[in-house]
């Protein structure tokens, strides 16, 4: 019970942690075109996802702790939950976390808008993200390859993060009403055709980032094995869903996006087909995340 919460809410944190960073940085790239209407409505995406993890952050202490210790009851304890805030890395990453989402709250409620919110919820968002590195398996390396591990695992969490917002926007884009051959229709094809770009940055990370996070974990002598453990074997279901992604990514940005700007009939019904399709990889993918995290590494067996 204590891990299937501890799972729920990392995966939580994940998918929000996509709209507060990703969708935002998402925005920033792309704020020439968005119209005013977008923007408020996106706006109000980031900072509710914000609030909502000021929440959901204190709940994600509380229910590590309960698993650290072995019994809920532990983590009512003040002195323990104390005790792991202060001084684990674990509980300073949860913290720090906590801060970033709050500070982001404040400034969605706080009415600023424009620039004046847009760049300080990026850099509030990429905060969080950031101590991912701290809350999963690279907090726990030591040795001569902990800050190695540690920085990979932040970089693979802001590229993995930048993506899933990125779609989250993109699905937006595709089902809100606009008129047939607007001007907004074709910006939002426009915007698909133009994240290849940085998607191909975000992809290129990720897979880089990967290997060496699976040497770490796994193990080199292991790679080539993955299914001898229950890690490996949703690692392996991981790996397919991501090329699932890359598939679709490929599918509705060559080919879908430009029937789109183009005019062709059906091309929008399709478009949305394919954007909720490898939006909703990318949530699995966030959801094996959150499993894989409190499942023992191969290369500590």
């Known amino acids: 019970m204590i891990e299937a919460v501890v799972v729920l809410v990392r995966g939580l944190q994940y998918l929000l942690a996509s709209l ?9 790239l792309n704020r020439a075109f968005l119209d005013e209407a977008g923007l408020s409505q996106l706006r109000r995406w980031v900072g509710w996802a914000a609030t909502v993890q000021i929440v959901v952050v204190p709940g994600a202490l509380f229910a590590q702790t309960a698993l650290m210790a072995g019994a809920w009851a532990s983590a009512l304890d ?17 913290v ?4 970033a989402a709050t500070a982001g709250g404040l400034l ?9 919110f847009w760049f300080p919820a990026v850099l509030l968002g990429l905060a969080g993200v950031l101590t991912f590195a701290w809350t999963g398996h690279g907090g ?4 001569a390859g902990r800050v190695l591990h540690q920085t990979s695992t932040a970089i ?16 937006w884009l595709v089902f809100r009403r606009v008129e ?8 939002a094809a426009s915007m698909l055709v133009a994240f290849a770009g940085s998607g191909t940055i975000a992809v290129a990370t990720l897979v880089f980032t990967g290997l060496i996070n699976a040497a770490f974990l796994v193990g080199v002598s292991r790679v080539p094995f993955p299914l001898q453990s229950p890690y490996g074997g949703l690692l392996v279901l991981k790996l397919i869903l991501f090329v699932a992604m890359l598939a679709l ?9 430009p029937q789109l700007e183009a005019g062709a009939d059906g091309a929008l019904g399709r478009l949305r087909l394919s954007v909720m399709a490898e939006f909703a990889c990318g949530g699995l993918v966030l959801g094996l995340v959150a499993v894989l995290g409190i499942l023992p590494p191969p290369v500590s067996m």
């Open 180 to 187: 047939p051959g607007s001007k907004a229709e074709r910006d």
């Open 140 to 143: 726990a390396t030591e040795g």
């Open 156 to 171: 693979h969490a802001v590229a993995g993060t930048f993506w899933v917002g990125a779609l989250a926007a993109f699905v």
């Open 249 to 257: 990514a490929a599918l509705h940005r060559s080919r879908l996006a």
């Open 78 to 94: 003040p002195q323990i939950l104390l005790s792991v805030a202060t001084g684990m890395g674990l509980g300073a990453a949860l």
């Open 20 to 28: 507060t960073f990703g969708l935002a940085a998402f925005v920033v």
């Open 108 to 116: 969605f409620w706080s009415g600023v808008r424009g620039r004046g």
């Open 96 to 99: 720090a976390r906590w801060a």
